[in-house]
């Protein structure tokens, strides 16, 4: 159910699921906080990707490997503090990890600037945008800057993505994607770069890299 990108395609399934559950409560306690979960809901709003139940599931899940039933207090609470330290650990190799050069996997001018302005881990996420672009293809509307894009997938055989509407502001050097990739995470996606291409923008303009920290 999550993962709905259209809120009229996420009720029709919502009901057909909800006419197969004969006790609804728990189901119709979800859909009341439908706007906190379900994409079609929060595709704008800036999340960096992550769901806002991923990051107290990561540490509950972290913390359940060392707990068990028959624990007392002392135990417990020794275990919390492994847990704690552990997460603090991996925080701290984190921002170490941000102090590293990142690997370019080409020297384009738009890569070697966002290896500059970007963190390690958010540069590796763009550059993987950046690779997806390369194999897009294009349907370009008459007259309004308007682009339909495909992305392309090299797997077994060649197989397209459904299309994705980029509206393209030459003037500005923006690039307002339908899929709603940059409002959540502050990366802009592989539709918007490959119409930035389009229209021979070359380099990041300063209004895409977004403060991260």
Same mark, same amino acid.
């Given at each position: 159910?999550? #993962? ?35 994409? @079609?809901?929060?595709? &704008?709003?800036?999340?960096? #990707? ?51 050069? /990142?690997?370019?996997?080409? !020297?384009? /001018? ?17 550059? !993987? ?32 993505? &459904? ?13 307002? @994607?339908? @899929? #709603?990739?940059?409002?959540?995470? #502050?990366?802009? @996606? ?14 990041? /303009? ?6 991260? &920290?």
């Amino acid at each position: 159910m999550y #993962g709905f990108e259209d809120k009229a395609a996420f009720q029709e399934a919502f009901d057909i699921m909800r006419c197969k559950v004969h006790k609804k409560t728990w189901l119709d306690s979800i859909y009341k906080v439908k706007e906190k979960w379900a994409e @079609c809901y929060v595709r &704008d709003v800036f999340s960096l #990707g992550v769901r806002n139940t991923q990051l107290s599931e990561s540490f509950n899940n972290a913390l359940k490997n060392h707990l068990k039933s028959d624990f007392d207090i002392v135990r417990f609470l020794k275990n919390f503090e492994r847990t704690v330290q552990e997460k603090r650990r991996k925080e701290l190799d984190e921002f170490e990890s941000r102090k590293k050069m /990142p690997r370019r996997q080409m !020297s384009t /001018p738009m890569l070697v600037q966002a290896s500059q302005v970007y963190t390690l881990v958010i540069f590796e996420a763009f550059q !993987s945008e950046y690779e997806r672009s390369m194999a897009a293809c294009a349907r370009v509307f008459d007259g309004d800057n308007k682009y339909a894009i495909a992305l392309g997938s090299l797997r077994d055989n060649l197989s397209f993505e &459904d299309e994705r509407i980029v509206i393209g502001d030459p003037l500005n050097q923006k690039a307002s @994607c339908s @899929c #709603g990739m940059f409002n959540r995470t #502050g990366i802009l @996606c592989a539709h918007g770069l490959k119409v930035l291409d389009l229209m021979n923008i070359k380099i990041l /303009p300063t209004h895409y890299p977004k403060e991260m &920290d």
